[in-house]
């Protein structure tokens, strides 16, 4: 069993900052790929962010420059500072995990997270 849990959400003005945390436990065997999603009501998710075990990363066109990802991998932890905020960054944050568990270390599966909200005011 593998669970994800995200924490740091919450509400902040424009032009402020949150920093987002993301923990994977359970029986992991390698953490091959973590990244951000978000959601905003009526659209569809959307890629924000993601970070290799190598530590390449990729980041979305309308993040670039102002959210950095980052990964401890002894912690299996992934992390999105979130600078410059603007009310259009507002949403269901979601991080998930490309993972092989102990139990199937030849088989990579996607485990999500149940999401935290961002909410920026103007």
């Known amino acids: 069993q593998v669970q994800l849990v995200e924490s740091g959400g919450g509400l902040v003005q424009a032009g402020g900052s949150l920093r987002l945390s993301c923990t994977a436990s359970?029986?992991?065997?390698?953490?091959?790929?973590m990244a951000w999603y978000r959601q905003a009501p009526g659209k569809q998710r959307e890629l924000v962010a993601a970070i290799t075990s190598g530590s390449n990363t990729n980041y979305a066109d309308s993040v670039k420059g102002r959210f950095t990802i980052s990964r401890d991998n002894a912690k299996n932890t992934v992390y999105l500072q979130m600078n410059s905020l603007k009310p259009e960054d507002t949403a269901v944050y979601y991080c998930n995990a490309d993972l092989t568990t102990v139990q199937a270390m030849g088989a990579v599966f996607r485990y999500w997270g149940p999401g935290t909200q961002v909410t920026v005011s103007s």
């Open positions: 359970g029986s992991i065997f390698s953490i091959k790929v």
